[in-house]
């Protein structure tokens, strides 16, 4: 009995080590985000506004502390209104950055009257906030040897509005100039067609940086490369406004364009998450990142990628 006591203890120490960020927290952000109350975070509502103030909220949370003036909230400006980018940061051992990215908003409604009219937006794009919010939360008692920013975009789907605005933002550069590479989270809730605990990355054929990130991921977590190259997706997603800063900058992603059928539609709900490989994934990219450092995480791009 001692000894089977002893094991499940073991077994569950080993457990909760490798789970740093729980499965619930992981259901509760992405739920929050996707809920009916939320509307679709469609640009320029009050929805959109009540998420980029539950996204500040979390980062509070996680002790972050601000990108630019005294808010994580970056406000810039659509159709004459105010919405906000939002944005905070993580002091590390240097002052060289890591960048974590998604765009928050969604489209809406639809003008059906009986019915779901709800796009509900929980894999485009509320697991990739959910993502870096669980990066953030993995590091909140860790002091990584990177510094880094956690960018939540809004306006993605009117046009990359909010990358446009927030990569422009002057006030940034210092954080910008000292940016060694995006990781920009672009639907990533379900199983990927390689399998669990496996991503894919656009535009891998521009940049060393999955090869750098592969040989360090822990726990059999890897970047695949783009199965949808023809797709030209690395040119399609916010984090382009990136790469026209010459940042190294890439999307993440785990959609199966063979499968997925939820992609704008009113049924991209909570119900198509697998909350177990995503909060598996998280866990493991945050204890990737434990691991790099400026000294041995360095990509750059090829002379393939066009600027």
Same mark, same amino acid.
């Given at each position: 009995?001692?000894?089977?006591?002893?094991?499940?203890?073991?077994?569950?120490?080993?457990?909760?080590?490798?789970?740093?960020?729980?499965? #619930?927290?992981?259901?509760?952000?992405?739920?929050?985000?996707?809920?009916?109350?939320?509307?679709?975070?469609?640009?320029?509502?009050? #929805?959109?506004?009540?998420?980029?103030?539950?996204?500040? =909220?979390?980062?509070?949370?996680?002790?972050?502390?601000?990108?630019?003036?005294?808010?994580?909230?970056?406000?810039?400006?659509?159709?004459?209104?105010?919405?906000?980018?939002?944005?905070?940061?993580?002091?590390?051992?240097?002052?060289?950055?890591?960048?974590?990215?998604?765009?928050?908003?969604?489209?809406?409604?639809?003008?059906?009257? $009986?019915? *779901? +009219?709800?796009?509900?937006?929980?894999? *485009?794009?509320?697991?990739?906030?959910?993502?870096? @919010?669980?990066?953030?939360?993995?590091?909140?008692?860790?002091?990584?040897?990177?510094?880094?920013?956690?960018?939540?975009?809004?306006?993605? #789907?009117?046009?990359?509005?909010?990358?446009? =605005?927030?990569?422009?933002?002057?006030?940034?550069?210092?954080?910008? $100039?000292?940016?060694?590479?995006?990781? $920009?989270?672009?639907?990533? =809730?379900?199983?990927?067609?390689?399998?669990?605990?496996?991503?894919?990355?656009?535009?891998?054929?521009?940049?060393?940086?999955?090869?750098?990130?592969?040989? +360090?991921?822990?726990?059999?977590?890897?970047?695949?490369?783009?199965?949808?190259?023809? #797709?030209?997706?690395?040119?399609?997603?916010?984090?382009?406004?990136?790469?026209?800063?010459?940042?190294?900058?890439?999307?993440?992603?785990?959609?199966?364009?063979?499968?997925?059928?939820?992609?704008?539609? @009113?049924?991209?709900?909570?119900?198509?998450?697998?909350? *177990?490989?995503?909060?598996?994934?998280? $866990?493991?990219?945050?204890?990737?990142?434990?691991?790099?450092?400026?000294? +041995?995480?360095?990509?750059?791009?090829?002379?393939?990628?066009?600027?």
């Amino acid at each position: 009995m001692k000894k089977l006591t002893y094991l499940t203890f073991s077994l569950f120490s080993v457990f909760s080590f490798a789970q740093q960020v729980s499965e #619930e927290r992981i259901r509760t952000v992405l739920s929050t985000l996707a809920s009916d109350e939320m509307k679709g975070r469609e640009i320029g509502t009050p #929805e959109n506004d009540n998420a980029a103030h539950y996204i500040a =909220a979390l980062f509070k949370e996680n002790n972050l502390e601000y990108c630019t003036g005294n808010s994580y909230l970056v406000p810039f400006n659509y159709k004459g209104k105010t919405v906000y980018n939002v944005c905070g940061i993580k002091k590390g051992k240097t002052d060289q950055y890591l960048g974590f990215s998604g765009h928050f908003d969604h489209i809406g409604t639809t003008g059906k009257t $009986n019915g *779901d +009219n709800i796009y509900n937006g929980a894999d *485009d794009d509320a697991s990739g906030i959910t993502t870096l @919010v669980g990066i953030a939360d993995y590091f909140k008692n860790k002091k990584p040897d990177f510094s880094m920013v956690f960018m939540a975009f809004n306006g993605e #789907e009117k046009g990359m509005l909010g990358s446009t =605005a927030i990569s422009t933002d002057k006030t940034l550069d210092p954080i910008y $100039n000292n940016l060694t590479s995006l990781f $920009n989270f672009e639907m990533v =809730a379900t199983e990927s067609e390689f399998g669990k605990n496996a991503v894919f990355m656009t535009g891998d054929g521009f940049s060393d940086l999955a090869g750098i990130f592969n040989k +360090n991921a822990a726990n059999g977590l890897k970047i695949h490369p783009d199965p949808y190259a023809k #797709e030209q997706l690395f040119y399609r997603s916010d984090n382009v406004s990136f790469v026209k800063k010459k940042i190294i900058a890439h999307s993440i992603s785990t959609a199966d364009m063979s499968k997925i059928k939820h992609y704008h539609q @009113v049924s991209d709900d909570v119900t198509v998450v697998d909350f *177990d490989n995503l909060t598996r994934i998280i $866990n493991n990219f945050g204890t990737t990142l434990e691991k790099l450092s400026p000294e +041995n995480f360095a990509p750059k791009y090829n002379d393939k990628v066009r600027f």
